[in-house]
């Protein structure tokens, strides 16, 4: 892959994406995982997997909140105020990150 590829996929899984070329969801509990198949000409596997993996662990927390906003905004779910409008406002920084990766 070359690094282009590597970022684009990065950006993708960063803004929901679940399964990339470079990145898999693979646990019960939501994480995601490196494939290990992924190699650039000018890094180590090793250097390369462990910076994808610090943008994996950052793209599971972005799944979480993700899954947090869809949780307190369901019409079904009794919450507070305070909570739907905290989830509105991560609901909008989440759209506006798509929105920056995807013009």
Known sequence: MTETQIVRETLWMLSGAQNTFVYMHVHQNGSLD????????????????????????????SLSLQKFVLSVLDPQTESTQTLQLLSLLCLV??????????P
């Open 34 to 61: 490196v494939r290990d198949n992924i190699q650039v000409l000018h890094l180590t596997p090793e250097c390369l997997f462990s910076l994808l993996s610090t943008f994996a662990v950052a793209g599971q927390q």
């Open 93 to 102: 920084t989440l759209r506006n990150i798509k929105h920056c990766c995807h």
